[in-house]
């Protein structure tokens, strides 16, 4: 998890990281899985929830930010001090990726954010049908939306603990 945004990170510094997607792609269910490595019953995030991480000797500071629609206005408060962007997607609903789309591209045009680093995490890839790691990038429009940024898509299945930890 630690070298998409923090390659060069010194043992024990404190790096932000905001989880954002759209409501139900799993961003809680990713989050306690990777904090307790199990699953855990989880409820639709209310705004936001903040984890401390310790992973590969590297302290995360991590802001998950709920989806709901209504709750989308509040990322940007979270932003300050942010050096990693996880983007969730549901990688097993297509008709939401235009949407998933959209509120992307808002998010990497915000001043705060332009030397984050992005990690799209495809999630739900245990479900039959899902997209595949190219069809995310394209649906998304990676290539063109993030220009010089670092980033990676990263297929994983938060229930099944798949592609947690590359």
């Known amino acids: 998890m630690g070298n998409w ?3 060069g990170c010194k043992k024990q510094r404190e790096n932000g990281i905001i989880i954002v997607g759209l409501d139900a792609a799993g961003k809680t269910t990713w989050l306690q ?4 490595g199990k699953v855990v019953p989880t409820d639709p995030t209310i705004v936001s ?6 992973y590969k000797s590297v302290k995360f500071s991590i802001w998950d930010l709920g989806g ?6 509040l990322w940007k ?8 962007i ?3 997607v549901d990688s097993s609903d297509k008709q939401r990726m235009h949407e998933a789309r959209a509120e992307l591209h808002d998010l990497l045009r915000a001043e705060q954010l332009q030397s984050a680093a992005l990690l799209i995490l495809a999630n739900k890839q245990d479900v039959a049908g ?3 790691a190219g069809e995310v990038s394209d649906l998304l429009g990676l290539e063109r939306a993030c220009g010089a940024r670092p980033w990676f898509v990263q297929p994983c299945s938060a229930l099944c603990g798949e592609g947690m930890h590359k």
Not at 77 to 84: A, L, N, S
């Open 86 to 88: 996880l983007f969730m």
């Open 49 to 54: 929830i903040y984890e401390e991480i310790e």
């Open 5 to 7: 945004c923090c390659g």
């Open 130 to 132: 899902s997209m595949s």
């Open 68 to 73: 709901q629609t209504r709750h989308r206005p």
């Open 77 to 84: 408060y979270h932003y300050q001090g942010t050096k990693g």
């Open 33 to 36: 899985r990777l904090r307790t």
